[in-house]
């Protein structure tokens, strides 16, 4: 078993309550949203003591932060009541999946209680990370690269750049692209755009290749569609 192998089973719940859920969120395993209420969620394949920290630094962010662990063969006996007993003192919530099933699946045990939803930075950061991505990554999943919202607004500019050439930050902006753009162009913190002219970018050879080198990629096939559908 691995990790990520509870994502899946965990996304399915959260999402069939009305979450919008995401993987690997600037830490997180499982960071859910629906309107602005929060859950985050970190997953081992046993419950110990990295867990439970990762659990209760989470806090700070929202009340509902829950741990989640494979089912174990027997809830009623060894030592699974009393991480039950803990979560419940911790005000952590509690998540079973059960990989040993035919048919996977994940189930709430314990919740938590006090605010889903705070207003603080990490907070802030968390929700503007979930609403800024399109496509998923697999929680529990380790050393796979995070496409972050920072990263995704990035790949859309730079298909709009292959699929229609220069353009200034406004004329992105028209096509769909955040607010953000001009700041995004100017900085240019990942190296995949040129300034051609007064306010005009275009693609550098960096962003060429990246764009090349990653074609088979979710992110680029989805966005490479929008650039050729976008003004249309």
């Known amino acids: 078993m691995k990790e990520s192998d509870m994502y899946s089973p965990i996304k399915k719940m959260l999402t069939n309550q009305g979450y919008t859920v995401r993987g690997e969120v600037k830490g997180c395993d499982i960071v859910a949203l629906k309107d602005e209420a929060m859950i985050v969620v970190e ?17 700070a ?18 030592t699974f009541p009393k991480l039950k007993k803990l979560v419940k003192q911790l005000n952590l919530g509690l998540i079973i999946v059960a990989l040993d099933s035919p048919i996977k699946f994940a189930e709430i045990i314990i919740l938590p209680e006090g605010k889903d939803s705070k207003r603080n930075k990490k907070a802030t950061a968390l929700k503007r990370e979930v609403r800024g991505r399109t496509i998923d990554t697999t929680g529990g999943t380790t050393g796979a ?13 730079a298909c709009l750049l292959e699929a229609r050439g220069e353009m200034t930050a406004k004329e992105l ?10 700041r995004i162009l100017y900085t240019n913190a990942i190296g995949w755009f ?39």
């Open 61 to 78: 962010a929202t009340d509902w932060v829950f741990i989640a662990i494979p089912r174990p063969r027997n809830v009623r006996r060894g």
């Open 43 to 59: 997953m081992k394949l046993s419950a110990n003591l990295t867990l439970i920290y990762q659990a209760m630094a989470r806090q």
């Open 173 to 182: 902006t028209a096509l769909g692209c955040e607010n953000d753009t001009h």
């Open 145 to 157: 690269k995070v496409n972050t919202a920072y990263r995704e607004r990035c790949i859309r500019i």
């Open 194 to 232: 040129s300034r051609t002219g007064k306010g005009v970018y275009g693609l550098s050879d960096a962003g060429i290749t990246y764009l090349n080198e990653n074609a088979a990629s979710n992110l680029v096939i989805y966005y490479r569609i929008k650039a050729m559908e976008a003004g249309s």
